[in-house]
């Protein structure tokens, strides 16, 4: 990531994780996932939450449609006040950490829409269709590729039809036509669901000055919930309460339906995340911070001095890989390039660079490096042989006795007398 720590870090509630993130990503969004914490809700308000059918909902509604923290706080107290909750150590340790996990709090950051683990989770499901517990050490190279191999070929499934398909349009604004031209095919129809979704708002104005204009939207037909919009006159920004935007990146309903009132027909380019574009990968690579690497030093590892080259590189293959007259300069380079590394006398400074190191490396010739599976430990619970078998289990094969003839060693369907009888 050349040196840049993520903006947000979304972990299980455990203290241990806690301080490793704090001590790690100093300036890190720390989030806990919420999927954890509210399953955790039946276990620790059993009583309350089998007694009280509307508990449920009401703890939903509590959480997941408080758009501000006020609004959270008091929707927060009047349950506990309802339900007579204000003893229950467990919901007075999850409101203390509630900076970490409620919506009203963590919207604020960008998290790309994300308020759970669970996309680690999907990642192990997909791999598990590749490898398991019991893939050797060399399968697991062969199936790690082939995992990878099929994750990009989806993806570059996925750009083709982005690339060279048009998406069905639901309306008749050139926002959504525009928004089709920029946005991936994904992304496209999260944006196109909240521009149709915001035909069923309507919008007041509560506050308005030279610059600033404070809309009140609400859905039709409804007094709650309420989403407030500051919209900027001059400069075409605006801020909704539910922090849509700056929490997954795409803007809210709300907001479409302010612009669409304003007559902003054009989607502003500040609200066009580079991250769900079309030409996401197209982006210029930064400089490669090499530590210890100085010029005329030879204090930087082969593997930095190899991955800052490769870095490069895919950027002039991306560049050179489009028409054919790109594919001829970017060839050319590589040409030239390889060309003037072949003049250098790479032996003498690969000479000077052992002689100068052979004292404190080992030769790594005289060093065999054989790659073997790790050893089989052996599974957990009794051993076969030691296995307490039944009663029909112990009767040894061939001692069964004819019913008919009295005879053992055959049983009655098998018994030549009574064949011979018949």
Known sequence: MSGIS????????????????????????????????????????NRVYHEHGEFKD????????????????SDWEAMIDKYGLQDNQWLNKIFSIREKWI????????????????????????????????????QFVTQYKKALDARYNKEREKTFKTRNSKPLLRTLYPMEEEASKVYTRKMFRIFQ???VGSQLFIT??????????????????????????????????????CHMFEFSGILCRHVLCVFIKKKVY???????????????????????????FQEGSNNASDTSLFNSIMVHSIELSEKGSQPEKHHDIALQSLQNGIAKLDLLDIEESNKKFVDSTSEDMPKLYDVNIALHDPPLIATKGRLRALRMKSGLEMVRKGSSTCNYCMKNGHTKPKCSNLNQTR
């Open 6 to 45: 993520p903006k947000t870090i979304i972990t299980y509630q455990d203290v241990v994780i806690s301080n490793a993130v704090a001590k790690v990503f100093p300036k890190v969004n720390h989030h806990y996932s919420m999927w954890h914490i509210e399953k955790k809700v039946p276990e620790y308000l």
């Open 58 to 73: 009401q703890f939903y509604k509590c959480i997941h449609q408080s758009t501000t923290v006020e609004e959270f706080d």
């Open 103 to 138: 919506p009203a709090y963590v919207r604020h950051n960008f998290c790309a829409g994300m308020s759970t683990t669970q996309r680690s989770k999907n990642m192990n499901k997909y791999f598990k269709d590749f490898l398991n517990s019991s893939t050797s050490l060399s």
């Open 193 to 195: 669901d909240e521009l």
């Open 204 to 241: 007041e104005k509560v506050k308005f000055s030279i610059e600033v204009s404070t809309y009140k939207v609400r859905e039709i037909y409804k007094e709650k919930p309420i989403y407030y919009v500051n919209f900027h006159v001059t400069s075409k920004e605006a801020n909704c309460s």
């Open 266 to 292: 054009c989607l502003p380019s500040q609200y066009v995340l580079h991250r769900w574009s079309i030409n996401a990968k197209k982006e210029k690579v930064k400089e490669v911070t090499i530590v210890g």
